[in-house]
């Protein structure tokens, strides 16, 4: 009787209270786990028949068993690969805060040059002094180098979606929308800067669509949809945090960039068609045609609503700006009467005085 019969007879004379079918079927085919895919399928096929066999000779064939058998093969089978699995994950993680870190870094040094350079140009008289401020000041120009690192970086989470080859356009999709999001709030809120970066992830996806990839419609549509999302998103955050904005001057900016931001991302999306060729132009074209509609309707309601609580929240500021000023005017005026009266008072005292002389 060799190891695997006496493990089932011991299973089936204790009734499962010293062993189980899952462990002794993961211990009989643990051999199995290193063997590489070529010899696998002959070698599987081998032990299950001979388990098959020695389950009947102690009658214990039946769908529970057989489950419970299933599962044992299949632990023992990919248990080493989960292990390593997780352990990718760890390092994924890792890396994923590595990349964070190191990119907040680079932002804050690319910071540091420009007001250095806005500070030194500050101190200088020179013809194109205002010019060159200017440029120092524009929010693209000081975020150039940070717009690469993030193509890169959606360059590279696209590809591992389309290596996943799982759910591409859903996948691609979060992806877009979580760094268009992340990247517009890591700054200050602009329609050029908004669609600057819009453009960069787009292009990443465009890119690797044209790289001849079979999930390229999704990558597209779930770039494009995702980017989309991502900029409402920004825009629906900045409506809830116009409630409480006590600053007039940066309402009035965020109003002017939320006109027309519906018709400027279809613009957007049409000057990236124009850029590109191939399987990228056609797909950017499609979502173009099919999805205009829905794009311009979502991008129209959630601008409206923050353009509308922006300007509640002007006019609510002015109101208060006017009752502060007529408090105030209140308050002088109470302030000279109260003098008023005090100097009459003392007048009256004089003249009762000179009466009596």
């Known amino acids: 009787m060799d190891k695997l019969e006496q493990n089932l007879r011991d299973y089936k004379d204790s009734e499962g209270l010293l062993t189980s079918i899952k462990a002794l079927c993961n211990d009989f085919f643990k051999d199995v786990s290193d063997k590489d895919e070529s010899a696998l399928p002959d ?6 028949n001979e388990l098959y066999d020695k389950m009947d000779k102690e009658s214990l064939i039946n769908a529970k068993n057989l489950k419970s058998a299933m599962e044992g093969i299949n632990q023992a089978l990919v248990s080493g690969e989960e292990k390593e699995l997780y352990e990718l994950f760890d390092k994924r993680d890792e890396i994923n805060r590595a990349i964070e870190a190191k990119r907040e870094e680079i932002k804050n040094r690319l910071k540091i040059s420009f007001e250095a350079a806005e500070e030194v140009v500050k101190d200088r008289d020179f013809g194109e002094k205002e010019e060159i401020l200017e440029l120092l000041n524009n929010a693209i120009i000081r975020e150039t180098r940070m717009l690469g690192i993030l193509k890169e970086s959606a360059q590279i989470a696209f590809l591992t979606t389309l290596e996943g080859a799982k759910d591409v356009e859903e996948t691609a999709g979060a992806i877009a929308k979580n760094m268009t999001y992340a ?11 908004m669609f600057e970066i819009s453009k960069n992830i787009i292009s990443a996806a465009g890119n690797l669509a044209n790289e ?8 597209i549509k779930g770039a494009i949809n995702g980017t989309r999302d991502g900029i409402l998103r ?6 809830d945090e116009a409630k409480f904005a006590p600053d007039e001057l940066r309402l009035n900016s965020q109003l002017l960039n939320l006109k027309n931001v519906d018709e400027e991302f279809i613009a957007l999306l049409k000057e990236l068609e124009n850029e590109f060729d191939g399987v990228a132009k056609s797909e950017i074209e499609s979502v173009i045609n099919s999805e205009l509609d829905t794009n311009l309707a979502k991008f129209k309601r959630i601008s409206d609503q923050a353009m509308e609580q922006i300007s509640s929240r002007l006019e609510e500021l002015k109101s208060n700006g006017v009752a502060k000023l007529m408090s105030e005017a209140n308050n002088k005026f109470e302030a000279l009467n109260q003098e008023l009266n005090d100097k009459s008072k003392k007048l009256k005292l004089n003249f009762d005085a000179n009466d009596k002389l």
Do not use: D, N, T, V
């Open 43 to 48: 070698l599987l096929k081998q032990k299950m």
């Open 183 to 193: 990247a517009i709030r890591g700054g200050e809120f602009s329609k050029e800067r």
């Open 212 to 219: 001849g990839h079979i999930f390229a419609k999704e990558l």
């Open 234 to 239: 920004a825009i629906e955050k900045l409506k």
